[in-house]
């Protein structure tokens, strides 16, 4: 937080360090922090990144590769036979 | 960057293209609107429509907040620019947008005081640096944008700068895409809804589209795995015989929107009764204005404006774009009259915009699309 009263924060920028409004996501100072990820919009955090749940659509999307690839070594063991 | 080079990976995008073929039917022809121009830009920058199969295709929507600005509102915009002790501030890509005579740009070149911000937080710090100025921001964009304008007008209330105003252009997503719905002009099977406005407003404004139109909609991210697996969400919703609002993008949009946000824009905002869409023609209830607490800072009622509405060019089709009925190729100028330096529509300016995706991307032609 670089100034309170405004809601400014400092954030990481894809590695360039500036100043964002996180007012739309707390008013009071609950809501996010350090470490926290967040949507930029126009100078705005808009919405807070869900760790959590990246790491489960991703889970989900590596799980399909998994099965395809099961189903590609299935494949290429039957046309042995 | 963490959450985005994981949802970039060409492996897994094939593996999800493979998916896809195998859950079609290769009998159906599959009509997919991705409703926001930040996905059509993505499509094309990641080439995700060449790992789609032949019988799916995406159709372009209305969700680009510049391109859906009529000639009338640049006008009136310009008109206002150009008034007295005047600094007019706007977007970047709004700058190059034609009105009936010029666009911003050109009027600048004539010795307006136009100027480019990044946030309306900018327009507010110029106002307070030039306090015998009076400096308006023209507002534009979907409810993804609106809450920053409403809270930077709540600040400016709040510390007494007398010397801010803006000319409000926010639209919000449900009208234009219950217009689309009701035109005969276009069969769709489903959507990839826009991810972006959805982190403000929610998942529920959409379940209208399952329920009364009976096609699916999946709130998705914006990159190539995001887009992809969205695409085969609404292909299972189809071939399963469901129809619903599902959420692909759970990561950054919880289901009841961002309350906070919503609460922000009620306060400073009202819906204005009609709104032109460029294109689209007159929606009521579809843009926003400053309520009658906010009135002193409205540039519309501080300025005169000719307010009238303007026809576009005869040459443009942006309106058959927008609506999806055409791809950007199909519009007479596109490529030659058009370009991204010399636009004749709107499509063409914007980054979002399916013609500049189409232009920017190498895509001229036909190419691998299906009758
Ligand atoms: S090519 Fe230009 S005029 Fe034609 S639809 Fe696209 S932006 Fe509009």
């Known amino acids: 937080m670089v100034d309170e009263a405004n809601r400014l924060a400092r954030v990481d920028v894809a590695g360039v360090r500036r100043n964002v409004n996180v007012g739309l996501l707390d008013d009071d100072g609950e809501g996010v922090g350090p470490g926290d990820w967040v949507l930029i919009h126009v100078g705005f955090a808009i919405s807070q990144v869900d760790e959590e749940e990246a790491l489960a659509t991703r889970r989900l999307l590596e799980g399909m590769g998994a099965d395809y690839e099961q189903e590609l070594e299935e494949l290429k063991a039957s046309a042995i036979e | 960057m963490k959450f985005v080079d994981e949802f970039r990976d060409a492996e897994l995008g094939r593996v999800l293209a493979g998916e896809i073929l195998a859950a079609v039917d290769p009998e ?46 640049v006008d009136d915009g310009i008109a206002i620019a150009r008034a007295e002790n005047v600094i007019f501030t706007c977007f970047g890509d709004m700058m190059r947008v034609p009105g009936s005579e010029q666009s911003l740009l050109e009027a600048k070149a004539e010795g307006a005081d136009v100027r480019m911000v990044y946030s309306p937080l900018d327009a507010l710090r110029l106002a307070k640096a030039n306090p015998d100025r009076d400096v308006v921001f023209f507002a534009l964009g979907f409810e993804t944008t609106a809450p920053s304008t409403a809270l930077t007008m709540k600040r400016a209330k709040a510390e007494g700068v007398s010397n801010f105003f803006c000319m409000c252009n926010h639209v919000t997503i449900v009208p234009p895409l219950r217009a689309l719905l009701d035109s005969p002009d276009l069969r769709l099977d489903g ?57 692909q993008y759970t990561r950054v949009v919880p289901y009841e929107g961002n309350l906070r946000a919503l609460e922000v824009m009620a306060e400073v905002f009202e819906l204005r009764p009609h709104f032109e869409w460029r294109g689209l023609g007159f929606i009521s209830q579809s843009a926003l204005r400053l309520s009658d607490a906010y009135a002193e800072f409205d540039a519309e009622r501080r300025y005169e404006t000719p307010g009238v509405r303007v026809a576009d060019p005869k040459a443009c089709q942006c309106g058959e774009v927008l609506k999806g009925v055409i791809k950007p190729w199909e519009c007479k100028v596109f490529g030659t009259a058009c370009t991204p330096e010399h636009a004749i529509g709107t499509c063409m300016v914007s980054p979002e915009g399916a013609c500049a995706a189409y232009y920017n991307y190498g895509r001229f032609a036909r190419d691998r699309e299906v009758v």
């Not at chain 2, 295709?57 to 009338?72: K, R, T």
């Open chain 2, 28 to 73: 159906r022809h599959y009509k997919l609107m991705e409703v926001c121009g930040g996905h059509t830009h993505s499509i094309y920058k990641y080439g995700v429509d060449d790992l789609l199969p032949d019988n799916v295709e995406l159709v372009h929507g209305p969700g680009c907040p510049v391109c859906v600005i009529p000639m009338g509102r």
């Open chain 2, 191 to 247: 959507f990839i809804g826009p991810g972006h406005v959805s982190t403000v407003v929610g998942a529920r404004p959409f379940e209208f589209i399952p329920a009364d139109y009976g096609k699916p909609v999946v709130i998705s991210g914006f990159e190539p795995l995001d887009i992809l697996q969205s695409a085969l969400m609404i292909i299972n919703q189809l071939e399963g015989e469901r129809c619903e609002v599902e959420n």
